[in-house]
Every structure is written in C-alpha cells, then in structure tokens.
C-alpha cells in the first residue's frame, strides 16, 4: 500500500498536528454506520498505537491502518486538502474515497 500526501495536505497536517505527540492514523470509522463493513475514512491523531496497527509509509511521515480495516482501502492513494471546503480528501486512481475527510484530534489536551 501506498499514500501519497500532496503538498496543501502535508502544509495543513503540519498545522494540526505542530507540537502534539501522537500517531496519524487513516481510520476506517464504523461508528453509526450500521455495520462493520459500511464505514467513511477519517484522519486520526491518536496517543499511542495497537497492537493491529500497520506502519504505511508516506513521503512525509508514517500513517498508519488498522490491518484489518486495510481491505477497504485501495492499494494507492493520496491524501489532499480542499481548501474551498476545508477538508480533507482521500483518493485513488479510481475513485473519491471520501471527498470530505475530517481530522480528529483524540490525544489528551
């Protein structure tokens, strides 16, 4: 697998995560969606890792998956930033995974 993070990305990533400690992680949210399978993609900042997380390198800093939400996820992506909606993007040769990825910060404050 591989994530290509495009430089708009890379410059709000940078805003969001500058002087947290934590992990960037590319979730595979199942929380009200009825079912494991039916899921959005969402950027996470986390504390600390699991023990089923699996390292994906990027060409800026690791982000990490869940290997067992990994079936659900293209073999190459980029992460990009909409700056019109303010967003998130997360895209494949294919497809728009999902247009409108949100950032959640979950570390402690």
């Given amino acids: 697998m591989e994530i290509m993070i495009t430089e708009t990305a890379q410059q709000k990533l940078a805003e969001k ?3 947290r400690a934590g992990y960037i992680k590319l979730k595979y949210d199942t929380d009200g969606c009825g079912c494991a399978v039916n899921g959005v993609a969402a950027l996470w900042l986390v504390d600390k890792l699991e023990e089923n997380d699996e390292e994906i390198a990027t060409d800026i800093t690791p982000i990490y998956i869940e290997k067992s ?3 659900f996820f293209d073999g190459q992506m980029t992460i990009d930033f909409n700056e019109a909606a303010n967003c998130f993007q997360l895209k494949s040769p294919n497809e728009y995974i999902n ?3 949100s ?6 404050r």
């Fill in 17 to 19: 995560t500058t002087g």
């Fill in 69 to 71: 939400k990994m079936v």
């Fill in 99 to 101: 247009p409108r990825m």
């Fill in 103 to 108: 950032f959640v910060d979950t570390t402690e």
